[in-house]
């Protein structure tokens, strides 16, 4: 079986998309959104939403921790054997990522 090596470089042409989600995304303000990414396997599901993540991280550039609008979490579900163990990982990793972003905006 190959590797699977997302990139953000734009080997595929979506960067015209991932900056329309980032858009679309910045746009929603605090109304929910809800944005799905399909696709066979290798077609660059995975590097798309890294794509995603940089576009947003760009419309945070120069601000401080305090000012910014988006929190980033890349969570790969393929590592855990089960609906019961990928739920609570990601539990765990949204948790573990709002308690980094709150010491970085609190300094606790």
């Not at 303000?29 to 798309?48: D, F, L, Q």
């Not at 550039?61 to 988006?70: A, L, P, S, V």
């Not at 609906?83 to 308690?99: E, G, I, M, P």
């Amino acid at each position: 079986m190959w590797n699977d090596v997302e990139t953000t470089q734009d080997f595929l042409n979506f960067s015209v998309i991932a900056k329309t989600v980032a858009e679309l995304i910045a746009e929603s303000g605090e109304k929910p959104i809800s944005i799905g990414v399909s696709g066979s396997w290798g077609a660059g599901k995975s590097s798309m939403v890294k794509m995603i993540g940089e576009a947003l991280k760009l419309k945070d550039d120069g601000k401080d921790d305090k000012e910014k609008n988006y929190v980033f979490l890349e969570f790969n579900a393929w590592l855990y054997q089960g609906y019961d163990d990928a739920r609570a990982a990601l539990l765990q990793a949204v948790s573990d990522k709002l308690l980094e972003e709150s010491k970085k905006v609190f300094g606790h």
